[in-house]
């Protein structure tokens, strides 16, 4: 089940709810799985609210922001990642109400390995949700 945590100074987003909500939707749209309660309510996202002197770029800005998405091994082919990016940063530029945010926006895929995640204190595989 994918997990996205996402960095940013706090006050850059108004509705940290909805945009949980959003991304999660999202990555369960391009990773094509069904939305049934197993993958709804196991798939979620995590707003991290920084205070705005925790974030700086090597010259000193502190506007970015980070998403990562962590994903089960080989869920995301190279269509997908594509799509996940471009979402995803649309949803966060949308959410901060920033245009320039696109460029300023990181979104990091991460694959688990096999087992290399659980929840209900089961680590899974790929076979065990299938």
């Given amino acids: 089940m994918p997990m996205i945590d996402v960095y940013a100074a706090e006050d850059t987003f108004k509705d940290k709810h909805a945009l949980a909500q959003d991304l999660a939707k999202a990555v369960m749209r391009w990773e094509r799985v069904p939305p049934i309660p197993l993958f709804s309510e196991n798939t979620a996202a995590f707003i991290h609210a920084l205070p705005a ?31 996940v990016v471009k979402e995803l940063t649309e949803i966060i530029v949308a959410a901060a109400g920033d245009p320039s945010l696109v460029n300023r926006t990181w979104v990091l895929i991460t694959e688990s390995p096999e087992g290399g995640w659980g929840i209900d204190g089961h680590a899974n595989t790929s076979d065990d949700i299938v």
């Fill in 53 to 83: 002197d925790a974030i700086s770029n090597a010259a000193g800005d502190r506007s970015y922001v980070r998403v990562q998405v962590l994903t089960p091994v080989h869920v995301l082919d190279r269509e997908k990642q594509l799509g």
